[in-house]
Nanobody, 121 residues
Framework: VQLQASGGGLVQAGGSLRLSCTAP????????MGWFRQAPGKEREFVAA????????YYAGSAKGRFSISRDNAKKMVNLQMNSLKPEDTAVYYC???????????????WGQGTQVTVSS
């Protein structure tokens, strides 16, 4: 499954961005989906996950209350709405697909190419 992440960009602190993840020609409804990010010089970290049905979500502490993950299986799309962005949110954001609902990076089998998010102060 090839995943494509989009929607990154440059935004001022306090602003918002909406990331999207699609799998052209493929359905995502069989997979739990997650978002991860990697800042320069740091390891990739979990941001948010959503179950295959969309009925369950999980957030990293840094994302809770500011980010919202959602999915539209009919549109074969998973979104990450990011509000109240901070400079420390600057990173490359990756979407990923897993068979089970998890926040464990190693359990994600398919990865997108990443989209850059830069938050200026």
């Amino acid at each position: 499954v090839q995943l494509q992440a989009s929607g990154g960009g440059l935004v001022q602190a306090g602003g918002s961005l909406r990331l999207s993840c699609t799998a052209p020609g493929r359905t995502l409804s069989s997979y739990a989906m997650g978002w991860f990010r990697q800042a320069p010089g740091k390891e990739r970290e979990f941001v948010a996950a959503i179950s295959w049905s969309g009925g369950s979500t999980y957030y990293a502490g840094s994302a809770k209350g500011r980010f919202s993950i959602s999915r539209d299986n009919a549109k074969k799309m998973v979104n990450l709405q990011m509000n109240s962005l901070k400079p420390e949110d600057t990173a490359v954001y990756y979407c990923a697909a897993a068979w089970g609902f998890t926040r464990i990076e190693a359990e994600y089998k398919y990865w997108g190419q990443g989209t850059q998010v830069t938050v200026s102060s």
